[in-house]
């Protein structure tokens, strides 16, 4: 995998990368301060016809117009372009849109229309329905009126709070549920960490109604491997949900096709903050992957920071939900009220019919600072893609406080730390084993008492030794606490797995996965 895809300013970059979109020749008409073209007959079904259609001819992206023009909008003279609130499409409405300017990073314009009625009508471009500050002014004067707009935004009333953006190549966020965006989702992922190049599939056209309770956003993706026509049916009751309909079509033979990809961003936690300078105590979107399998186990993997790029997949067959979570909601544990990490939305991916067989990816990438997105996930089918084959899949996002569908019987993990091993009264640090504490909270953790068996520890090691595991509750508290020493030669990953279970077997606490990496333990 090229590490310079994974950056934010490439992921910006990619949207130059695609379809210029149509404009359509009917005659116009001003509407609520935007022109909109004459109206079209427009559905789902069309839409998906023409994905199917797009998939049996060669890609061919249409160039990007006016360039040179574009590349003097940077990203100072970008923050000053402003769509115009006035003008804001649905206005008055529940969820007012107000639109993104093309710009150096999104080049290229997508088709942006309104429907009603089944039928589409196209939002045309105007320099009028942007302000421009004093580093743009000197190019607003210059923009041509066929320039086309690079994204979109949805707002909470006519207020200037928006809770969701798409903007670059598949990608959209969410500010979900606590209002603060961080975590992103992407409509398909194409060999993110194949033997050759990350494809950026691209949006190239949306289509926007309003519901009474809910905007529908309906989108044509493309790119060299596949097309596909997407619905988002996106509500607010509280979190935001966003049940999403996917029609994907091949065009060639794809080594690595992800489903509902998700893109966040991990520095470092309380388990490997040695690892970085910085007087924060964690900088994270997310600090971990929950899945839900379809065998029922619930499985928590505490994100890493790893020491080169890790690929490591979950198989499963029809599975219940994963996400990109973010657990630790203390401010204290952040400490950084300019971005609030402690606010960034949980991701939860929740399948609707069968998937099949296949395995959630996670791929962790280095990373020295907190402005790269480093960490991805998504299920990938299991059988091989070819050209020419079709996939449907609905599913629902959830941009929430935690992740939903919680078991009340188990416990889960709310914290992982590591140290130096042995006894900390006596000085045999020498030993060279490294000490974990895992804490679990929840289920039926709370009316255990700290006596032998109650909460009985399950601890393997792929490779080394576990030396003097425990289990006890934690003085004064709920929390049960795992305790080890691993002892592990060589600097190959060792793969850790833990659970607490009663004593017939029962689990009592969601499986604990964590990658160890040796040359990490110096300290």
Excluded at 52 to 73: F, G, N, Q, S
Excluded at 128 to 141: C, E, N, R, V, Y
Excluded at 161 to 167: E, G, S, T, V, Y
Aim: glycine residues 8%.
């Amino acid at each position: 995998m090229n590490q310079t895809l994974t950056r934010r300013a490439f992921i910006l970059a990619a949207a130059a990368a695609g379809l210029a979109a149509p404009v359509s020749d009917v005659s116009a008409e001003e509407v609520q301060g935007v022109t909109l073209s004459g109206p079209v007959p427009f559905s789902f079904d069309s839409l998906v016809a023409t994905a199917r259609e797009m998939a049996l001819k060669p890609y061919a992206p249409t160039p990007v117009r006016h360039a040179d023009l574009l590349e003097k909008i940077d990203f100072d003279a970008y923050q000053q372009i402003t769509f115009k609130p006035e003008d804001a499409l649905f206005k008055g409405m529940r969820f007012p849109v107000r639109l993104f300017h093309l710009g150096r990073y999104f080049k290229s314009p997508v088709r942006i229309a309104i429907v009603e009625g089944g039928q589409s009508r196209d939002v045309l471009y105007s320099p009028d329905l942007f302000t421009f500050g004093p580093k743009a002014t000197s190019i607003a004067a210059k923009l041509p009126d066929d320039l086309g707009f690079a994204g979109f935004r949805v707002h909470q009333g006519d207020t200037n709070n928006d809770w969701l953006a798409f903007l670059g190549a598949a990608y959209f966020r969410s500010a979900g549920e606590l209002n603060q965006y961080g975590i992103s989702a992407r409509g398909l992922s194409i060999d993110t960490t194949a033997s050759k190049p990350e494809e950026f599939p691209r949006f190239t056209e949306f289509y926007l109604e309003e519901k009474t309770d809910a905007l529908v956003i309906t989108a044509l993706l493309d790119s060299q491997s596949a097309t596909g026509a997407f619905r988002f049916t996106c509500s607010r009751p509280k979190a935001v949900i966003m049940d999403v309909e996917a029609r994907i079509f091949t065009r060639r033979d794809i080594e690595q096709l992800g489903f509902a990809p998700l893109t966040s961003m991990f520095w470092f936690t309380e388990t490997n903050q040695r690892q970085a300078r910085d007087w924060r105590p964690q900088v994270h979107d997310s600090e971990g992957l929950a899945i839900w399998t379809g065998a029922g186990e619930r499985i928590w993997r505490p994100l890493n920071n790893p020491p080169q790029v890790m690929t490591n997949s979950f198989i499963d067959n029809n599975p219940r939900g994963f996400g990109l979570v973010q657990r630790d909601r203390d401010f204290r544990n952040y400490e950084d009220d300019g971005v609030f990490y402690d606010r960034r939305p949980t991701l939860w991916v929740e399948p609707k019919g069968a998937w099949g067989e296949g395995q959630v990816q996670l791929v962790e990438i280095p990373t020295e600072d907190e402005i790269h997105d480093n960490i991805v996930a998504f299920w990938t089918p299991r059988a091989a893609v070819k050209a020419g084959q079709s996939f449907s899949l609905d599913y629902r996002l959830h941009w929430v406080d935690a992740e939903p569908y919680l078991s009340s019987g188990i416990g889960r993990v709310v914290a992982t730390r590591r140290g130096n091993g042995g006894n900390p009264a006596v000085r045999d640090k020498a030993s060279g084993y490294v000490k974990y504490v895992i804490d679990f909270e929840g289920g039926d953790l709370a009316s255990r008492e700290s006596t032998k068996n109650q909460a009985i520890p399950q601890i393997t090691a792929s490779r080394g030794r576990v030396v003097n595991p425990f289990a006890i509750r934690v003085a004064g508290t709920d929390k049960w606490r795992i305790m080890f020493d691993l002892d592990a030669e060589g600097a190959a990953p060792v793969d850790l797995r833990a659970f607490l279970r009663s004593k017939d077997g029962t689990a009592l606490s969601e499986t604990w996965l964590f990658q160890h990496f040796p040359q990490q333990q110096s300290w």
